[in-house]
């Protein structure tokens, strides 16, 4: 694993909501930190209601993660564009994020220990 990034089981049950709606929750989560950034809770893909989701054709590169894909968050008032991102095919060392889902909090979407 790179040195800088930890990805460790995420205490507690977490919850991820927009638009009103409980979008997921889990106690199956992960929480990455990488480097001196906040930390980043990466729900199972399993724990996430996916009807709420739809793929885009967004990408990023990280170079230590790989190439993660897009989600926008699609609500019966708003989409809420590329919100949502996934490493579908993540780097050596970064395979248990594989699967799971993180999504960019903010005054939309709210993702907090219940």
């Known amino acids: 694993m790179t040195e800088h990034i930890r ?3 995420a205490e507690g049950t977490w919850v991820v909501r927009a638009g009103g709606a409980v979008l997921g929750e889990s106690d199956a989560a992960l929480e990455l ?3 001196a950034s906040p930390f980043v809770i990466y729900f199972p893909r399993d724990d996430i209601a996916m009807t709420f989701l739809d ?3 967004h990408q990023t590169t ?3 993660k790989g190439v993660a894909s897009y989600y ?4 019966k008032s708003r989409t809420i564009a590329n919100a949502v991102w996934s490493y579908e ?3 050596p060392g ?3 994020i594989a699967g799971h889902l993180a999504f960019y909090a903010s005054d939309l979407v709210t993702v907090e220990r219940v």
């Open 89 to 91: 095919d993540p780097k």
């Open 72 to 75: 926008s968050i699609v609500t």
């Open 33 to 35: 930190t990488e480097g």
């Open 7 to 9: 990805i460790r089981a």
């Open 62 to 64: 990280c170079a230590h």
């Open 55 to 57: 793929k885009t054709d």
């Open 94 to 96: 970064m395979e248990r």
